[in-house]
């Protein structure tokens, strides 16, 4: 690892990473011992690594995988295989499964193509299922804080984004921890200080059997350009990555960077009317909206 100048052998590195876990965990006060923790599990190796890890470290971590219906290359049902498989491994942990198409009629691609009349990719309104089916399942499971996977090459890759656009409301609420507001879950992302490759290389050195494809419509995305691009400066200042998000987030939490969001308060929220998860529109939420069928 050039960026930290330091060379591990297999056991030593796996035992690295778990400790550098539980250091950002403390750094950033993302969660005590006695609290419930869900880890938002993909089927990739960033997040089977984490659950793997917060299991390792004796955390009451169980899995979350929402299942979207994508059938192009069996992306889902190979992610959920797995999911399941490792699940099966840790029988401490307790695996929930929400399948979008058998709870709302309509996997994401479908219900993406008719809300969309079929143009573009179905990612912002899979974005849009997923963050709020994690929020749902955080909060009805009586779980105390939701994580995800992101490493810090995602971190950076929404950062670079953010900041080329000047996408101050977006800058405003990056961080490696997001409170708990009212009707929304406290969201956490424990392995935001690892290279991708550590998780990588953290995921093939345990054994973990993760699905190696991207989803398939992650193809052509933004953030994979700017990952490439970040990899060429990255290769000439080993480190810069690092540098870059970690001083952000350091001079945010110090107050060094400030933004006009900051002061504000939040925009107005109210409940939903039938899913009750807070919302800024006048009637149902973005969610609910989503299955009002228009035919
Ligand atoms: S948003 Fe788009 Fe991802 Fe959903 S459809 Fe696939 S690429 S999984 S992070
Ligand atoms: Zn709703």
Request: net charge negative; with cysteine; glycine share 6%.
């Amino acid at each position: 690892m050039r960026h930290h100048k330091l060379a591990l052998c297999a056991d030593h590195f796996i035992e690295w990473v778990v400790q550098q876990t539980q250091r950002s965990i403390e750094k950033y006060e993302m969660f005590s011992r006695d609290k419930r923790i869900l880890v938002a599990v993909s089927g990739g190796k960033d997040s089977l690594s984490l659950w793997d890890i917060l299991l390792e470290l004796g955390y009451k971590a169980d899995g979350l995988y929402i299942d979207l219906g994508i059938e192009n290359n069996d992306y889902s049902e190979t992610s959920l295989e797995k999911v399941l498989q490792f699940a099966s491994a840790h029988p401490e942990a307790h695996l929930h499964v929400v399948d979008v198409k058998a709870l709302y009629g309509e996997s994401v691609p479908e219900v993406a193509s008719r809300v969309r009349r079929g143009k573009g990719k179905p990612c912002s309104v899979c974005g849009l299922i997923k963050r709020h089916e994690m929020n749902r399942v955080t909060l009805e499971e009586g779980y105390d804080v939701l994580a995800t996977g992101h490493n810090l090459d995602d971190e950076v890759a929404v950062l670079f984004s953010n900041t080329l656009h000047w996408q101050t409301g977006y800058l405003a609420r990056q961080a490696p921890v997001l409170p708990e507001a009212s009707g929304l879950a406290r969201k956490v992302k424990p392995l935001c200080r690892f290279y991708e490759r550590e998780v990588a290389a953290y995921a093939l050195v345990k054994g973990i059997d993760y699905i190696h494809d991207e989803c398939p419509f992650a193809v052509g995305a933004k953030t994979i350009y700017y990952k490439t691009l970040l990899n060429q400066l990255e290769e000439r200042s080993p480190g810069a990555k690092h540098q870059f998000y970690l001083n952000y987030v350091d001079a945010r939490s110090h107050q060094r960077i400030r933004f006009a969001e900051d002061g504000e308060s939040p925009p107005e929220m109210h409940p939903c009317p039938r899913c009750g998860q807070p919302t800024t529109a006048p009637g149902l939420c973005a969610f609910c909206r989503l299955w009002e069928r228009k035919e």
